[in-house]
């Protein structure tokens, strides 16, 4: 009998955590009696948002780029984005003292944009609905001779965000489920190679915009499905397929994929907001909203929630949440 390796297992995230240490920040675990009741369960949030850069894409980016030669370094790193990874790209090439160069979408957030300036990176545009930033940032790289660091399709990546879930595990406990939102599939994979390696009867439960449902799509067809290029609040979910390397573990670890509307992203960046005394840009959301609509289904026990970004300035903020509905 032969069995298959995955691409990314449990070593490699406790060995991602490892190389982080010190370096990422160990991100707190906030709790509410308010959302307890609404859920009926209790309810663990890991505030990515805190993470360096403000989303947990530090901890893939840091990850891959360290484990770099001196050479690939000296001659640097490109990366496309639609603004997290890209600054969790730039400040891990400054913190490794290389340089960065990030494609990233002409409609990118001009925060974003701006904090990935900020930390020292060259900016590359295309536009997001015409173009292949794929094909850019590999053309770009090849041109200049330097290492590509994808978003999500890479095992190191992976790896990095998946010591956000294993934080949370050590810090809490065995889980009985964990939710988190799900873009290409980095976060959910590494998430649930981390949580279900350690107890392996952890439900793991991803969370889509209703616009950008591909992952979902591609889950009930049983291979990997194109939608239309979403056009949702949620940028950083907007994508039209997912991953080869995350569907490959997705598909093998996940056991649902619940959809939110913008409108439910709303009222979740509201909630956080007023109540939990926290901000969170709507891609970070989404797990959220899909507990305080019910999506995510009947909880018991303790259910771990990753809260993955809060990179959003405060005019986009006021004008997303300002006016109730």
Same mark, same amino acid.
């Given at each position: 009998m032969t069995?298959?390796?995955?691409? =990314?297992?449990?070593d490699?995230?406790?060995?991602?955590?490892?190389?982080?240490?010190?370096?990422a920040?160990?991100?707190?675990?906030l709790?509410?009696?308010?959302?307890?009741?609404?859920?009926?369960?209790?309810?663990?949030?890991?505030?990515?948002?805190?993470?360096?850069?403000?989303a947990?894409?530090?901890?893939?980016?840091?990850?891959?780029?360290?484990?770099?030669?001196p050479e690939?370094?000296?001659?640097? $790193?490109?990366?496309?984005?639609s603004g997290?990874? +890209?600054? +969790?790209?730039?400040?891990? @090439?400054r913190?490794?003292?290389?340089t960065?160069?990030? =494609?990233?979408?002409?409609?990118?957030p /001009?925060?974003?944009?701006? *904090?990935?300036?900020?930390? %020292?990176?060259e900016?590359?545009?295309?536009?997001?609905?015409? %173009?292949?930033? =794929?094909?850019? *940032?590999?053309?770009? @790289?090849?041109? !200049?001779g330097?290492?590509? $660091?994808?978003?999500?399709?890479?095992?190191?990546?992976?790896a #990095?965000?998946?010591?956000?879930?294993?934080?949370?595990?050590?810090e809490?406990? /065995?889980?009985?489920?964990?939710?988190?939102?799900? #873009?290409?599939?980095?976060?959910i994979? #590494?998430? *649930?190679? *981390?949580?279900?390696?350690?107890?392996?009867?952890t439900?793991?439960?991803?969370?889509?915009?209703?616009?950008?449902? &591909?992952?979902?799509?591609?889950?009930?067809?049983?291979?990997?499905?194109?939608?239309?290029?979403?056009?949702?609040i949620?940028? #950083?979910?907007?994508?039209?397929?997912?991953?080869?390397?995350?569907?490959?573990?997705?598909?093998?670890?996940? &056991?649902?994929?619940?959809?939110?509307?913008?409108?439910?992203?709303?009222?979740a960046?509201?909630?956080?907001?007023?109540?939990?005394?926290?901000?969170?840009?709507?891609?970070? +959301?989404?797990p959220?909203?899909?507990?305080?609509?019910?999506?995510?289904?009947p909880?018991?026990g !303790? =259910?771990?929630?990753?809260?993955?970004?809060?990179?959003?300035?405060?005019?986009?903020? @006021?004008?997303?949440?300002?006016?109730?509905?």
């Amino acid at each position: 009998m032969t069995t298959t390796t995955p691409p =990314v297992t449990l070593d490699d995230v406790r060995s991602a955590a490892a190389r982080l240490r010190g370096v990422a920040h160990r991100t707190p675990v906030l709790r509410s009696r308010t959302l307890d009741a609404l859920a009926g369960a209790e309810i663990l949030l890991k505030c990515e948002n805190q993470q360096r850069v403000g989303a947990f894409k530090f901890r893939g980016a840091y990850n891959a780029a360290s484990r770099l030669t001196p050479e690939q370094l000296l001659r640097g $790193i490109a990366a496309y984005s639609s603004g997290n990874h +890209a600054q +969790a790209v730039a400040l891990a @090439a400054r913190e490794l003292g290389t340089t960065a160069v990030i =494609v990233m979408p002409e409609d990118a957030p /001009p925060s974003k944009r701006a *904090a990935t300036a900020g930390y %020292g990176a060259e900016i590359v545009t295309y536009d997001r609905y015409t %173009g292949d930033r =794929v094909a850019v *940032a590999e053309a770009l @790289a090849a041109e !200049r001779g330097l290492s590509l $660091i994808p978003p999500y399709e890479h095992p190191h990546v992976i790896a #990095g965000q998946g010591t956000a879930a294993l934080e949370l595990v050590e810090e809490t406990g /065995p889980l009985d489920a964990l939710i988190a939102p799900v #873009g290409g599939g980095g976060l959910i994979a #590494g998430s *649930a190679t *981390a949580v279900k390696g350690l107890h392996a009867g952890t439900r793991v439960i991803g969370v889509e915009p209703e616009a950008g449902d &591909d992952t979902k799509r591609s889950l009930e067809a049983g291979r990997r499905v194109t939608v239309p290029v979403p056009r949702t609040i949620a940028d #950083g979910q907007a994508l039209h397929t997912p991953g080869e390397l995350t569907f490959s573990l997705n598909r093998r670890l996940l &056991d649902g994929i619940v959809l939110v509307s913008d409108d439910e992203i709303r009222d979740a960046m509201r909630f956080a907001f007023e109540r939990l005394k926290t901000v969170l840009e709507p891609s970070g +959301a989404t797990p959220l909203a899909a507990l305080l609509t019910g999506r995510a289904g009947p909880l018991t026990g !303790r =259910v771990g929630v990753v809260l993955s970004g809060g990179n959003v300035d405060a005019a986009r903020f @006021a004008e997303l949440c300002g006016t109730p509905r």
